[in-house]
């Protein structure tokens, strides 16, 4: 959602060819008692443009939130800020969504809420008619407007969060990892309208990785610990170099933790197939997301899926894994059952590993960081059972090579969202998986943290007997060791 | 047809009343079995129906789903859900003869014309299910002597029973054997088979009867779960602009008030709620909450009193067949209320400041989940049921008012339940008249606003224990205990 800051006397109207800045004096600002910003002075001037970076857990996102006035200011000012700030953040992204899902949640008998469509979250907020239905068209969300935001994929409620901001009119833009989910034709269309944008409006962009940095940012702003340690300007070839390298922290030697002996999976027969889909098909009404789609993956191969926004991915993912209602109607067969002959759907789910961004989102649990983990080999989120010892020593050494033997204890929802995927990859791999599937695991993660996820998954790829099914949108993000590919795009 | 439960003697009554019992874990080792291999047939598409469907289809069971040819050939949205989830969908005529068991998950008007048009089509010795006995117990509907028939009653929204089976959890369920229609004593078996396959039995079965479901439901519905946010809701924003509290704020109070205040109950019961308040606050809060009891005490019996004899039944079902004309004029009363019509302000309001200046509506929630919890147990109902139809549903309603005010409450609720609801709030009202004179911004709209926030300590004492001593606070403790793992953000 657009976030606005009510007029306080503290805000500003803006005086047109007056320079004007925004200005933090010493701002200490609280986030729920999770996470602080300490003592940050920053000025923000109106012909300046920012980037925002720094590791997982950093504070860059509650930096960037802070502008858009959330968290409680503790010590210090914040001046200067204009009357309209828009943010879109995953933070934003999922507030919304988990209030769409409230709306559902919340009936009691017999009505199934559609929630609300795509259109009527346009509208609201919406102060240029023309620009929206422009970009509605070039983010190829035309097909879409009376579908109900909830039923979106990721990459597609992002880009009407982006819509919503981008037509507010805003006096401040700020956006945190805009481009991250986005395929390649839709990150450059943004990219140039962020560029004729910045011409007029002043921006500050939380990214993670510094190859996104577009031309028109003229400062970059460095977080670490919930403090502002650099900003430099862009210019400053020397001290860009230094941040990038800052941020390319070498990756450490990962020794991937033993499965558990004891829990150990019923045996498959090495002749057949982990998954055979034989020209299967995902419809809703009228329209088809893809047809006639055959695709067998064998033992020990490694799959690299692609495909543009919208395409199917994460469907056709869900037939594999059961989540898909179509499953049912579709010639599917995984793991020695062909499905719909009476297996549960729970006898499909302890062969497979899966991690994405919307399991994150539906990890809406307190749970500790260790029972996350453990959480695993039970295929729940939350956990319902007893668990052995076997098994938490097994969670802990998972703790230790992520480098958080010491938050075992901690709840799971107080972690940056970073820190977050690299513990549902180690939940999802603990239990030594025959396929494990990588929906998008780099989603939201700086340059360190996805270089230690790339490097985990290498060595999964090479040192167990796990089948990884990879999708990713940035090219860049290849693993060595995945050798197939199936790509959704039309040839 | 007649009321069934007055055709019993009065000793099979109590008998009936007085059955709940929370079962054990291991009582489900046998897992989905009793119903592997058979073919289940629901009718009905709408929340229950189609989540219900979508978890036994998941836990490996057969299920098909059952339309009127209308909404077949309409192509309405229960079809819809049935077919985009790749369901089969077929006519009564196409489907109930090849059932094992019929799931019935229509809403309770409806089942009278649904039970009349399957059962000649259900083949010997098949099941039928229902998750609601008011068709049984209050209209008296007569089932094949063949037939067996169970009732298994998921305590939450179709979406809830839906979203905690894929977690790997369930959701708290209620199943019966209607004990006339058991001719082969499978009936049991069955319905453990079939909340194990919506994952139920992982978060607590009660075993109790169809006439104990029935009573204990109509009596929670119509008192502390509708009736009693409606009225409170009504009441508590009138005050508000008669002592010059800024309406926006009023409505967005309540609205969003019954939520934060019993969000608060779920986890911890009536004791955490009134926790949240102050010392001072808790104390005025307490008072309030024995007078309004002592004021409602009546009216919760009278309810009771009318769901036993059947008076409530026939009084609903002659509305049914007047088309729904008082029910119909309720509603539209209803959505001309000053509540109703006044937006919530945008106002920021802390999770700290529904209770701070929420202190009336925190009373009402107590004095309703007690006297609701009293009343039925009086009338030999068990604790474990009381509770579930008490204090743990009303959260549930609370997030509907919090969605779109009581239209919404009103609308999502089955018929039954809202036609109760009116019914409380019609005699509720002006028994509160004179007590709401005595009432000012102070508990509800602006807060206690004390400098000194001293208490006395006896005092404290003894409110505390009387707090805590309440019978619903020790059954709540125990059975919240067994879903103690289900800690989660909402």
């Known amino acids: 959602m657009i976030t606005r800051i009510p007029a306080s006397p503290e805000s500003v109207q803006k005086v047109p060819g007056e320079p004007h800045e925004i200005r933090l004096d010493a701002l200490t600002v609280d986030f729920d008692e999770r996470f602080r910003l300490v003592d940050i002075d920053w000025r923000l001037a109106d012909d300046q443009h920012w980037m925002i970076t720094?590791?997982?857990?950093?504070?860059?996102?509650?930096l960037a939130a802070s502008l858009a006035g959330a968290g409680q200011v503790l010590a210090g000012r914040l001046t200067g800020l204009p009357a309209n700030v828009a943010l879109v953040s995953y933070e934003t992204q999922g507030q919304l969504i988990e209030a769409e899902r409230r709306k559902d949640d919340a009936d009691i008998m017999d009505v199934i809420s559609e929630g609300t469509s795509v259109r009527e979250i346009l509208q609201e907020g919406c102060q240029d008619d023309a620009l929206c239905s422009t970009l509605v068209e070039q983010f190829g969300l035309s097909g879409l407007m009376d579908r109900a935001f909830r039923k979106l994929s990721t990459g597609e409620s992002r880009k009407v969060l982006l819509i919503q901001a981008l037509t507010s009119k805003p006096d401040l833009l700020v956006l945190d990892e805009p481009f991250d989910g986005l395929d390649a034709a839709t990150h450059r269309m943004l990219a140039d309208h962020l560029a004729s944008l910045a011409e007029h409006v002043p921006m500050v962009l939380v990214l993670n990785r510094f190859d996104e940095c577009p031309d028109f940012i003229t400062d970059i702003a460095y977080v670490e610990h919930g403090s502002l340690l650099?900003?430099?300007?862009?210019?400053?070839?020397?001290?860009?170099?230094?941040?990038?390298?800052?941020?390319?922290?070498?990756?450490?030697?990962?020794?991937?933790?033993?499965?558990?002996?004891?829990?150990?999976?019923?045996?498959?027969?090495?002749?057949?197939?982990?998954?055979?889909?034989?020209?299967?098909?995902?419809?809703?009404?009228?329209?088809?997301?893809?047809?006639?789609?055959?695709?067998?993956?064998?033992?020990?191969?490694?799959?690299?899926?692609?495909?543009?926004?919208?395409?199917?991915?994460?469907?056709?993912?869900?037939?594999?894994t059961g989540d898909h209602p179509q499953c049912y109607v579709n010639d599917i067969f995984v793991f020695g059952f062909q499905r719909g002959s009476g297996e549960s759907i729970w006898q499909i789910k302890q062969y497979i590993g899966y991690v994405s961004t919307a399991l994150q989102w539906e990890y809406r649990v307190s749970t500790s960081l260790r029972h996350v983990i453990i959480s695993g080999f039970y295929d729940s989120i939350g956990l319902y059972?007893?668990?052995?010892?076997?098994?938490?020593?097994?969670?802990?050494?998972?703790?230790?090579?992520?480098?958080?033997?010491?938050?075992?204890?901690?709840?799971?929802?107080?972690?940056?969202?970073?820190?977050?995927?690299?513990?549902?990859?180690?939940?999802?791999?603990?239990?030594h998986p025959p396929l494990l599937i990588l929906d998008e695991p780099c989603l939201g993660l700086d340059d360190m943290n996805r270089q230690l996820v790339?490097?985990?998954?290498?060595?999964?790829?090479?040192?167990?007997?796990?089948?990884?099914?990879?999708?990713?949108?940035?090219?860049?993000?290849?693993?060595?060791?995945?050798?197939?590919?199936?790509?959704?795009?039309?040839? | 047809m007649a009321n069934y439960f007055n055709t019993l003697p009065l000793r099979e009554q109590l008998a009936q009343l007085g059955k709940c019992r929370f079962m054990h874990l291991s009582e489900f080792d046998d897992g989905v079995n009793a119903l592997k291999g058979k073919k289940m047939v629901v009718i009905g598409c709408g929340a229950q129906g189609l989540n219900q469907g979508l978890n036994l289809r998941d836990s490996g069971l057969d299920v098909?789903?059952?339309?009127?040819?209308?909404?077949?050939?309409?192509?309405?949205?229960?079809?819809?859900?049935?077919?985009?989830?790749?369901?089969?969908?077929?006519?009564?005529?196409?489907?109930?003869?090849?059932?094992?068991?019929?799931?019935?998950?229509?809403?309770?008007?409806?089942?009278?014309?649904?039970?009349?048009?399957?059962?000649?089509l259900m083949k010997r010795g098949a099941c039928l299910s229902y998750s609601h006995g008011f068709n049984i117990v209050e209209?008296?509907?007569?089932?094949?002597?063949?037939?067996?028939?169970?009732?298994?009653?998921?305590?939450?929204?179709?979406?809830?029973?839906?979203?905690?089976?894929?977690?790997?959890?369930?959701?708290?369920?209620?199943?019966?054997?209607?004990?006339?229609?058991?001719?082969?004593?499978?009936?049991?078996?069955?319905?453990?088979?079939?909340?194990?396959?919506?994952?139920g039995h992982k978060a607590g079965v009660l075993m109790s009867s169809f006439i104990?479901?029935?009573?204990?439901?109509?009596?929670?519905?119509?008192?502390?779960?509708?009736?009693?946010?409606?009225?409170?809701?009504?009441?508590?924003?009138?005050?508000?602009?008669?002592?010059?509290?800024?309406?926006?704020?009023?409505?967005?109070?309540?609205?969003?008030?019954?939520?934060?205040?019993?969000?608060?109950?779920?986890?911890?019961?009536?004791?955490?709620?009134?926790?949240?308040?102050?010392?001072?606050?808790?104390?005025?809060?307490?008072?309030?909450?024995?007078?309004?009891?002592?004021?409602?005490?009546?009216?919760?019996?009278?309810?009771?009193?009318?769901?036993?004899?059947g008076n409530f039944s026939a009084t609903m079902m002659a509305d049914w067949a007047n088309d729904d004309a008082q029910l119909l004029g309720w509603r539209a009363e209803t959505a001309e209320t000053p509540f109703e019509k006044t937006a919530a302000g945008d106002m920021e309001i802390s999770e700290q400041e529904y209770f701070d200046n929420g202190i009336l509506m925190v009373a009402m929630v107590k004095a309703g989940v007690e006297l609701a919890y009293e009343t039925m147990t009086s009338a030999g109902i068990?604790?474990?049921?009381?509770?579930?139809?008490?204090?743990?549903?009303?959260?549930?309603?609370?997030?509907?008012?919090?969605?779109?005010?009581?239209?919404?409450?009103?609308?999502?609720?089955?018929?039954?339940?809202?036609?109760?609801?009116?019914?409380?709030?019609?005699?509720?009202?002006?028994?509160?008249?004179?007590?709401?004179?005595?009432?000012?911004?102070?508990?509800?709209?602006?807060?206690?606003?004390?400098?000194?926030?001293?208490?006395?300590?006896?005092?404290?004492?003894?409110?505390?224990?009387?707090?805590?001593?309440?019978?619903?606070?020790?059954?709540?403790?125990?059975?919240?205990?067994?879903?103690?793992?289900?800690?989660?953000?909402?």
């Not at chain 2, 059952?66 to 079809?79: C, G, N, P």
């Open chain 1, 385 to 431: 059972s007893k668990y052995t010892d076997r098994q938490r020593e097994i969670a802990d050494q998972w703790l230790a090579l992520l480098g958080m033997a010491d938050r075992a204890d901690q709840a799971f929802n107080q972690l940056s969202y970073g820190d977050q995927r690299l513990l549902l990859i180690a939940r999802a791999m603990v239990k």
């Open chain 2, 212 to 309: 104990a479901e029935v009573k204990s439901d109509l009596m929670g519905e119509q008192t502390i779960l509708c009736g009693m946010l409606q009225t409170g809701s009504l009441l508590c924003f009138d005050k508000m602009i008669e002592e010059g509290v800024d309406a926006g704020y009023a409505s967005k109070l309540i609205q969003y008030g019954w939520e934060t205040v019993t969000e608060a109950l779920k986890y911890g019961g009536v004791t955490n709620m009134m926790d949240r308040l102050s010392n001072p606050a808790k104390i005025r809060a307490y008072d309030l909450a024995e007078e309004l009891k002592d004021i409602m005490r009546p009216l919760y019996q009278k309810h009771q009193d009318d769901i036993m004899n």
């Open chain 1, 454 to 491: 790339l490097a985990l998954i290498e060595k999964i790829c090479a040192g167990t007997e796990t089948s990884v099914l990879y999708v990713n949108h940035h090219p860049e993000d290849r693993i060595a060791g995945i050798d197939h590919h199936l790509s959704l795009d039309p040839a």
């Open chain 1, 230 to 320: 650099h900003s430099i300007s862009r210019q400053d070839e020397q001290a860009y170099a230094e941040l990038y390298q800052l941020l390319h922290l070498k990756t450490t030697d990962l020794v991937v933790p033993s499965a558990d002996p004891v829990s150990s999976l019923p045996a498959l027969d090495n002749e057949q197939p982990l998954v055979r889909l034989n020209q299967v098909s995902i419809r809703y009404g009228d329209t088809t997301i893809f047809s006639d789609l055959s695709w067998t993956i064998e033992r020990n191969q490694h799959w690299q899926l692609t495909g543009r926004n919208g395409s199917g991915k994460t469907g056709l993912l869900s037939l594999i």
């Open chain 1, 54 to 62: 720094g590791a997982n857990g950093s504070g860059k996102s509650a």
């Open chain 2, 382 to 490: 068990i604790g474990d049921s009381a509770y579930y139809e008490s204090l743990h549903e009303t959260p549930l309603i609370a997030n509907t008012i919090a969605r779109k005010k009581l239209y919404e409450m009103n609308s999502t609720i089955s018929d039954t339940a809202e036609y109760g609801c009116y019914l409380y709030n019609n005699a509720c009202v002006p028994l509160l008249g004179d007590f709401m004179k005595g009432i000012r911004s102070d508990v509800i709209g602006r807060g206690l606003k004390l400098n000194d926030m001293s208490v006395d300590n006896a005092r404290l004492i003894e409110v505390n224990q009387s707090i805590r001593s309440h019978p619903v606070e020790a059954i709540g403790a125990t059975l919240r205990g067994y879903m103690a793992d289900m800690k989660r953000i909402v």
């Open chain 2, 139 to 199: 209209e008296g509907m007569k089932i094949r002597d063949d037939l067996t028939v169970i009732m298994v009653a998921p305590k939450c929204p179709g979406s809830e029973v839906r979203a905690e089976y894929v977690r790997g959890f369930g959701v708290p369920t209620l199943i019966a054997v209607h004990d006339d229609n058991d001719p082969n004593g499978e009936g049991l078996e069955l319905a453990k088979a079939y909340a194990v396959g919506t994952g």
């Open chain 2, 64 to 120: 098909s789903y059952t339309l009127r040819a209308e909404a077949i050939a309409e192509k309405r949205q229960s079809w819809r859900n049935a077919t985009e989830n790749g369901f089969t969908v077929g006519t009564y005529e196409e489907l109930v003869p090849t059932a094992d068991i019929v799931l019935n998950l229509t809403p309770d008007k409806q089942h009278t014309a649904v039970v009349n048009a399957i059962m000649p």
